[in-house]
């Protein structure tokens, strides 16, 4: 997921499945957009256009919203 994957003025995710390459969209909801603000303030820093891996839905989630 790239970072403009994300609508924050719109509350929703928003990206193509790659596989498929059917667009898909989904809420962003208010926990979800605090654990991704959480990990932007301390991932590591990239020299790529993804600012979300895999891991940024269950960086925070291991209690509450784990998502794998």
Request: contains cysteine; proline residues 4%; hydrophobic residues 30%.
């Amino acid at each position: 997921m790239v970072f403009q994957s994300l609508k924050w003025d719109e509350n929703k995710i928003e990206f193509t499945q790659q596989k498929t390459g059917k667009p898909v969209t989904l809420p962003l909801l208010n926990d979800v957009g605090d654990a991704i603000i959480d990990y932007l303030k301390v991932r590591p820093q990239a020299d790529t256009k993804h600012e979300a891996r895999g891991d940024i839905l269950t960086y925070k989630a291991k209690k509450k919203y784990y998502c794998r």
